[in-house]
């Protein structure tokens, strides 16, 4: 069996609430949440592996629209001891997902400017959201093989928090296909 997840339903909006082989986890939106309750889920039943669907935005100019699967992960709003942007004092810098793909920042906050986005750039990420940094991480404390699949929404800019509630019905869409060809559910 395989765990769906997401974090917010609008991402699940394509998506039957039955799909043959898996399970379906709404998380709610950030780190804390998305930790708590895969956390949750992972603790109640066994999976063979766990799916996320969402979306991200992207920050990197050369990165087209579509669905791309996650390598890794990093955080952009956490800083060590010593004020090191993206390094954490008590957890790893970067989290593996899977060999290849487009490596993703996670913030609980929603980027949506210029400056933010430099930033993310500088460590290393072409894609930003709110919650793939806690999936990964708390799917390796459990052994559970996972999966990231991102479609972008928007390029993190001015006004992408209003280009999201446009969009997101369409990366839905997107993401359910992908899993319809990946999976033949």
């Given at each position: 069996?395989?765990l769906?997840v997401?974090?917010?339903?609008?991402e699940?909006g394509?998506?039957e609430?039955?799909?043959?082989?898996f399970?379906?986890?709404?998380?709610?939106v950030g780190k804390l949440?998305?930790?708590?309750e895969?956390t949750?889920a992972?603790?109640?039943?066994?999976?063979?592996?766990?799916?996320v669907?969402?979306?991200a935005g992207?920050?990197?100019?050369?990165l087209p629209?579509?669905?791309y699967?996650?390598?890794?992960a990093?955080?952009?709003?956490v800083?060590?001891?010593?004020?090191?942007?993206?390094q954490?004092?008590?957890?790893?810098t970067r989290?593996d997902?899977?060999p290849?793909?487009?490596?993703i920042?996670t913030?609980?906050?929603?980027v949506?400017?210029?400056?933010?986005?430099?930033?993310?750039?500088g460590?290393?990420?072409?894609?930003?959201?709110?919650?793939s940094?806690?999936?990964a991480?708390?799917?390796?404390?459990?052994?559970?093989?996972?999966r990231i699949l991102?479609?972008?929404?928007?390029?993190?800019q001015?006004?992408a928090?209003?280009l999201?509630?446009?969009?997101?019905a369409?990366?839905?869409?997107?993401?359910r296909?992908?899993?319809r060809a990946?999976y033949g559910?």
């Amino acid at each position: 069996m395989r765990l769906l997840v997401a974090a917010h339903a609008a991402e699940l909006g394509a998506f039957e609430n039955d799909i043959p082989g898996f399970d379906r986890l709404l998380t709610g939106v950030g780190k804390l949440r998305a930790a708590y309750e895969l956390t949750r889920a992972l603790d109640a039943a066994s999976y063979d592996e766990i799916v996320v669907v969402g979306t991200a935005g992207a920050v990197d100019d050369d990165l087209p629209a579509g669905i791309y699967e996650i390598d890794g992960a990093v955080q952009h709003d956490v800083k060590d001891l010593d004020g090191v942007l993206g390094q954490h004092f008590s957890l790893p810098t970067r989290v593996d997902v899977q060999p290849e793909g487009v490596t993703i920042a996670t913030g609980d906050h929603f980027v949506d400017d210029a400056a933010a986005v430099a930033v993310i750039r500088g460590l290393g990420a072409r894609l930003v959201d709110m919650e793939s940094y806690a999936y990964a991480w708390v799917a390796s404390q459990f052994g559970v093989p996972i999966r990231i699949l991102k479609a972008v929404s928007d390029r993190a800019q001015d006004g992408a928090t209003q280009l999201w509630d446009d969009v997101v019905a369409e990366c839905s869409r997107q993401l359910r296909e992908r899993l319809r060809a990946d999976y033949g559910v």
